[in-house]
């Protein structure tokens, strides 16, 4: 078994590949296996092509996944690889059920039989569910309100069987939400600045009262990598920056940045179910391990809007795709019914 080599699932995803370009700055063997569905691009790794082994991999297909971990071997296993976006698992939560929960069920399986000496799962703190106030600590009870959320926290609860019934030396990791260069562009963050760069209305949710907890993606790849090497096996560990933010202050920055009048916004019916706040208290991760998360909000942003200007090509074949999707979520110019902010 080679000591260092890690087998990253989802590794051509917005944050699987700025950890793979992390960790193979850090000397590891990396291998990347990943179904390329429309979320995954391996151009988000051209700057480190020829340093990975790739397989184009679906996480169900457990047989040709076996044959994966039987011919590498890898020592670490960290599971990206999911369906990601809450908007789909409301049209559809087929395939959220699928990748997140039976991939990683098919995952821990076949750790069994291949035994590795980490398996970190990437999680989110979304299976919290949404807090008025205060934060949620590692052990605060499962709430999710979406499915999306609600398959990640099954294939947590997974995962902690796993590890109490097979001793899987598996670590559970709830990031909070992430932005930065990269990321598809169905994403809060990247639809803003898409829309506000070409001059299109851009849709808020109900009055934009929402809040997230913005993490910048290298801070997040990072204590990913952290947890990776020195995080205790059997805990959980979350990941935030304590960066809180209402999405419609994160519109009217990005809007001010790019020198786009106010009146882009358009308010448009609320997502059903729409979890109103996330908090993550993060201090296990920063006094055990001593991450801290490096990139403010005003700097992060910046770097991000630059990015996508940079990028309008790679974003604009993205957006396409994206234009008949969009046409299914938002319901322009419907206010939520109540006219209330969503809270639950
Ligand atoms: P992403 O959608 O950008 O990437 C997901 C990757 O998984 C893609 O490359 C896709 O091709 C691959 N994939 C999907 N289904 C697969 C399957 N059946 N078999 C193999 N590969 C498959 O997602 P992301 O934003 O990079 O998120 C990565 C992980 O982090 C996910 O588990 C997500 O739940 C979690 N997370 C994301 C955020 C965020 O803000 N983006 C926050 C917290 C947690």
Not at 78 to 107: C, P, Y
């Amino acid at each position: 078994m080679n000591k260092h080599k890690v087998l990253v699932t989802g590794g051509a995803g917005f944050i699987g590949s700025e950890f793979v370009k992390q960790i193979i700055k850090k000397k590891y063997t990396v291998v990347v296996a990943d179904k390329i569905t429309y979320a995954g691009d391996l151009e988000r790794l051209r700057e480190v092509k020829g340093q990975y082994k790739f397989y184009k991999q679906d996480l169900y297909n457990k047989k040709q996944l076996e044959k994966v971990v039987e011919e590498e071997r890898p020592s670490h296993l960290v599971h990206f690889a999911a369906e990601s976006h809450v908007d789909r698992s409301i049209i559809d939560a087929g395939a959220f059920i699928k990748t997140n929960v039976f991939g990683t069920q098919v995952l821990l399986d076949i750790t069994k039989k291949y035994p590795i000496e980490r398996f970190i799962h990437i999680s989110t703190d979304e299976v919290y569910g949404d807090i008025d106030e205060g934060e949620s600590h590692e052990n605060t009870p499962l709430n999710p309100s979406s499915p999306y959320s609600a398959s990640k926290a099954a294939a947590d609860l997974l995962v902690k069987s796993y590890i109490r019934t097979h001793n899987i030396p598996a670590i559970i990791v709830r990031p909070s939400n992430n932005y930065g260069p990269w990321q598809y562009p169905e994403k809060f963050i990247p639809v803003v600045i898409y829309k506000a760069l070409k001059n299109e209305k851009i849709p808020v949710y109900a009055q934009g009262q929402n809040v997230r907890e913005w993490l910048y993606v290298s801070d997040c790849a990072h204590a990913i990598v952290t947890i990776m090497e020195n995080g205790k096996l059997g805990e959980v560990y979350n990941i935030g920056s304590g960066i809180e933010k209402k999405n419609l202050d994160v519109v009217e920055n990005i809007l001010k940045k790019t020198k786009k009048p106010l009146d882009l916004i358009e308010f448009v019916k609320d997502r059903p179910g729409h979890d109103y706040r996330y908090r993550l208290n993060s201090l296990k991760i920063k006094n055990e391990l001593h991450w801290n998360a490096k990139i403010d909000f005003e700097n992060g942003i910046h770097q991000t809007i630059a990015w996508y200007e940079e990028n309008m090509k790679w974003l604009g074949n993205k957006v396409t795709y994206l234009e008949s999707y969009w046409k299914n979520v938002y319901k322009s110019n419907e206010l939520s019914a109540s006219g209330k902010i969503s809270k639950s």
